[in-house]
């Protein structure tokens, strides 16, 4: 019996449905991808495979899309992932120990894009779609990128990227990210989109009502200030960032969050600035309120702060779904 009939955690349907697309989710976290292209994708995506390392992702993924993503993918055989169409994957930032003479695939061993790039070669997918940090493109004196680029192309696809901005797009957030998205049709032409004109505000997020554990304490506050007047007195522009319903956009949310909040805090008419509540995180990534949060505040905050815009990946997988459209 194999590995995947034992676990049996997923169901895995053998049935082919015409125009239906299979996919499968690296690296998933809480599914932020997965939700871009099932808006888009709708009935004509099927995920029957994903993998996620961190057990309380792994439950907020369940919660949402019934399906418990398998474990630490470095133990997991290519060969007995079922065949798939669309690889998607967030996958970590690592450097490359390259002696020598560049080997492409083989420059990838002993780092988790290797894991993305055996399962691409043993499965040869018609689309990868991979998202990483803005540093990412000059991780390494651009090194990362390089060696991630040729191992695309190495392996047969046409590689396209580009650094998208989510406050760009109705999200309420400055966040740039690094898009790769590579095409085994070669006659593809990709373009990724324009921003949009629509204007966005922090107030469409925000609750109504709040907790008051949200707000936070003197002590923080006062600590907060304090360390932005020293950062200030040294030239640089360290420190909390306080915002309004009527602000545009915030900083970026980062897995930190939960710590102290100084990236994001709303400001609070006569008392301290508040925190994002879990829920408000969610709405600043984009996802929508049927979302189900069933972990620790403390979790929560990592769980978002690590994921990803998801309008902005509905505006890729919108353009995805019409070059696949075209080519059917």
């Known amino acids: 019996m194999t590995y995947f009939m034992e676990r049996n955690l997923f169901t895995m ?18 599914g932020g991808i997965r939700s871009g292209f099932e808006r888009i994708f709708k009935d004509k995506i099927e995920f029957i495979f994903a993998s996620e390392i961190d057990k309380y992702a792994c439950e907020t993924y369940y919660a949402n899309y019934g399906e418990m993503p398998y474990g630490d993918i470095t133990k997991i055989d290519e060969k007995q ?3 798939f169409d669309i690889l998607l994957g967030g996958f970590p930032c690592q450097a490359f120990s390259i002696a020598g003479k560049r080997k492409g695939f083989e420059d990838t061993r002993g780092t988790l894009f290797f894991e993305i790039a055996r399962i ?13 940090v803005k540093g990412f493109k000059n991780h390494d004196k651009g090194t990362t990128f390089q060696v991630v680029k040729e191992t695309l192309e190495n392996l047969g696809y046409k590689v396209f990227t580009q650094i998208l901005n989510a406050k760009d797009f109705g999200v309420p957030q400055n966040r740039e990210r690094i898009y790769i998205i590579g ?5 593809v032409e990709f373009e990724f989109p324009q921003k ?10 925000l609750e109504q009502e709040v907790d008051a554990k949200y707000t936070i304490s003197d002590r923080l506050w006062m600590g907060h200030q304090k360390r932005k007047i020293e950062h200030r007195k040294k030239g640089n522009g360290f420190g909390y960032s306080l915002f309004d319903g009527d602000a545009e956009y915030t900083s970026t949310i980062s897995a930190r969050y939960y710590k102290d909040g100084s990236e994001i805090l709303i400001a609070q008419e006569n008392q301290n600035p508040r925190k994002l509540t879990p829920r408000e995180a969610a709405r600043l990534q984009g996802f929508t309120d049927d979302f189900q949060i069933v972990v620790s505040d403390v ?16 505006v890729l997988a919108k353009e995805i779904n019409k070059q696949m459209q075209t080519r059917s």
């Open 183 to 187: 095409f085994l049709d070669h006659s």
């Open 81 to 83: 992932i079922p065949s």
């Open 13 to 30: 349907k053998n049935k082919k449905r015409v125009d239906v697309y299979k996919a499968i989710d690296l690296f998933a976290g809480i």
């Open 299 to 314: 979790q929560a905050y990592k769980q978002f702060g690590n994921s990803v815009a998801v309008p902005v990946i509905e």
């Open 120 to 132: 691409l070669k043993h499965h040869k997918p018609k689309i990868v779609f991979l998202e990483n």
């Open 196 to 205: 949009t004109e629509k204007k966005t505000k922090l107030s469409k997020i």
